[in-house]
């Protein structure tokens, strides 16, 4: 039976708090990721093993782009902690559901059966959190830079009605971010899952892998436009407009 639910499921409650498959996968992609990096930790050394070695290479090229964006070494290492946890979470995200029983385990009975497992970026609460957290984190950043006054300005400047206008259209840019941030990985993360359902169920076998393959990338681009888009957005906020103006 195909079971399609555009609300993740809720599974099983703590006290009066629901908690739905989607919350459940990504607390198990939160631990798997935790304990990857707590073993990589432990085992740091001065000749570093392939573990280790992909992990430089990895974080290397991380940082080596980050730089192409904002020009500088020391802040490239200054925002990679947020930029490449996002970017690492919403890629563990996207390819756990690919994982052979994710969606198909159930639990409950009868029509009350609901799967165990549901990809997080599947369930709009999820992807709503991760833009909240974003945005959030590029104004706490601007604000550690450009000072609380100036970025208030950006947004409520009243020194002439100009000004005014264009900093409510910031303002406006502001929510749209979060809305942009949340329905474009939302929607393509479900839009994946619906279509490898639907194909699992008309041919079970052979003909689902090439769009296994096709979501494995579609995973791997969301995350790296969600990542790249948190930095480009961190690098203007920390601009100041004066520094804008005279780059100009």
């Known amino acids: 039976m195909l079971n399609i639910s555009l609300r993740a499921e809720d599974i099983f409650h703590i006290g009066g708090f629901a908690v739905t498959n989607a919350v459940f996968s ?5 631990v798997v990721l935790a304990a ?3 073993t990589l930790r432990n085992k740091l050394k001065a000749i570093p093993g392939m573990m280790q070695n992909i992990a430089e290479v990895i974080i290397e090229g991380a940082l ?7 020009g500088d070494r020391k802040e490239s290492e200054k925002y990679f902690p947020l930029v490449f946890t996002i970017f690492i979470f919403v890629l563990f995200s996207n390819w756990s559901g690919l994982i052979p029983g994710v969606g198909s385990i159930m639990v409950g ?3 009350d059966a609901v799967p165990l497992f549901r990809s997080p970026a599947s369930d709009l609460n999820l992807t709503l959190a991760l833009a909240l957290i974003a945005v959030t984190m590029v104004n706490v950043f601007a604000v550690s830079v450009i000072g609380l006054r100036h970025r208030v300005s950006v947004f409520f400047n009243f020194s002439s009605p100009i000004k005014f206008f264009v900093g409510i259209l ?9 809305i942009s941030f949340t329905f474009r990985l939302f929607g393509n993360v479900f839009a994946g899952e619906v279509l490898l359902a639907i194909m699992a169920l008309l041919v079970p076998y052979l003909i689902p892998l090439p769009f296994m393959f096709l979501e494995v990338f579609v995973g791997f681009i969301q995350a790296f436009i969600f990542g790249m888009l948190t930095l480009v957005f961190v690098s203007l906020a920390i601009t100041p407009h004066e520094s804008e ?3 100009h």
Not at 64 to 70: K, P, Q, R
Not at 170 to 178: C, K, Q
């Open 26 to 30: 990504a607390f198990l992609v939160l």
């Open 36 to 38: 990857l990096a707590i």
């Open 64 to 70: 080596g782009l980050m730089d192409s964006v904002l």
């Open 109 to 111: 009975h009868g029509a």
């Open 170 to 178: 910031e303002l406006i840019s502001e929510f749209a971010r979060i």
């Open 245 to 247: 103006a005279a780059a």
